[in-house]
């Protein structure tokens, strides 16, 4: 709700939908067990009227990684992976969750997250990401990467806001402290890979809109009117 850039964002109507609400029902047509985490009491009082699982948390979070910690335990469940989606993924559904599933399956790597090739739509938000040969990532950065220095530049991805622990790690990433490149881009993901751990990153087919600027939420109905 203290989203500096879209103040009260989690509750803003996205066609017609709370966008809380909107990112919980993509979700759930995936996974059987999502909860909604959030230290707000006008989300859990929404989510409660909505018939939408939700777990209070506290308010003294500095990212999302660590109150899905917190939300975990609160759960007092057992699981292979955690898997936190931003609340802001209004768009997010299989095209993107599935090789995220597959990637988990295949290779059972501790931390793992998602990328797609840029967009058509131009957004503010953008996060960038490169990868190796292995799937592992490079680097996360709010700079286009890889800077295009030849004739034949390297394919752009863009991170999508998806993460997946296993219980373990996410518990190793919360005891973690923040690190130089975490803090200077504002980016949760670097902190893990300055400590010296790997992402594995998923690739998609496409991004979707993540909303975080009213400019979004105005492309957002746009695109919801295209449909």
């Known amino acids: 709700m203290g989203s500096t850039r879209l103040p ?40 409660d009227t909505q018939n939408i699982p939700v777990v209070l948390t506290q308010q003294e979070h500095l990212n999302g990684t660590t109150r899905m910690l917190e ?9 292979e992976y955690v898997i936190n989606v931003q609340g802001d993924e209004a768009f997010i559904g299989e095209e993107q969750l599935l090789p995220l599933c597959e990637l988990l399956q295949n290779k059972s790597p501790e931390a793992a997250t998602l990328m797609a090739p840029i967009p058509s739509y131009d957004s503010d938000s953008n996060v960038y990401v490169t990868t190796d040969l292995n799937q592992r990532a490079l680097l996360f950065s709010r700079s286009p990467i890889p800077f295009h220095q030849t004739s034949t530049p390297a394919q752009r991805f863009q991170h999508i806001g998806v993460y997946a622990y296993k219980p373990e790690a996410l518990k ?56």
């Open 8 to 47: 009260g964002k989690p509750l803003l109507p996205i066609g017609g939908t709370p966008l809380i609400e909107r990112t919980f029902k993509n979700v759930s047509r995936i996974f059987s067990n999502v909860v909604v985490a959030t230290d707000a009491k006008e989300i859990a009082d929404f989510c």
């Open 71 to 79: 939300a975990y335990a609160l759960l007092d469940t057992s699981a």
């Open 172 to 227: 190793r990433y919360c005891g973690l402290a923040p690190t130089p490149l975490e803090m200077s881009e504002s980016l949760e993901q670097l902190r893990w890979m300055e400590h010296g751990f790997d992402w594995y990153v998923a690739t998609a087919a496409s991004k979707p809109l993540s909303i975080d600027t009213p400019k979004d939420v105005e492309l957002a109905e746009s695109l919801l009117k295209q449909t």
